[in-house]
């Protein structure tokens, strides 16, 4: 049975990646656009490829992998924040994120991704769900990954 692969968006220190490594899956790449975080998982994980800013990576262009996940800034969705959602400066991020995988979709005739997990640090509001659903199936099924995780759905809120 051959290898499932990862990639990472919006990767921070490399949390994704390890726990795929945890787990038996192939880190291939990540994006990030902070220094210190890709010291370090550059250090701790050589084998991955750092492509860079979201924005300038093309997903038909780049090494197709089984899962993308990716943890897009959460500022604007935060009690904490101004609460502007997904149409917000930072949360807006995660259209990109979509982006990338629709366009691998589209190159892999449907293949690759096979999954997406998205983690959000708060519980999406029925605002959201309902948005991220109409992301995720706005186009045919092919361009879409099969599964869009939210990590606290399937784990419950833990605080």
């Known amino acids: 049975m051959r290898k499932l692969t990862?990639?990472?968006?919006?990767?921070?220190?490399?949390?994704?990646?390890?726990?795929g490594i945890i787990c038996g899956i192939e880190p291939k790449w990540a994006s990030e656009v902070e220094p210190f975080p890709i010291r370090v998982t550059s250090k701790r994980i050589p084998q991955m490829k750092h492509l860079g800013d979201i924005s300038s990576i093309n997903g038909a262009e780049i090494e197709p992998v089984d899962i993308i996940t990716f943890g897009s800034p959460c500022t604007d969705l935060s009690i904490a924040g101004k609460r502007a959602g997904l149409d917000g400066s930072q949360s807006s991020l995660f259209y990109e994120a979509m982006r990338i995988i629709k366009e691998m979709r589209c190159k892999t005739n449907g293949e690759y991704p096979r999954y997406a997990v998205w983690k959000m640090s708060v519980e999406p509001s029925p605002q959201i769900k309902e948005k991220t659903s109409k992301v995720s199936s706005r186009n045919s099924v092919r361009s879409r990954p099969r599964k869009l995780i939210s990590l606290n759905q399937q784990m419950g809120k833990r605080r």
């Open 6 to 19: 990862l990639g990472s968006l919006f990767d921070g220190s490399g949390g994704f990646p390890l726990a």
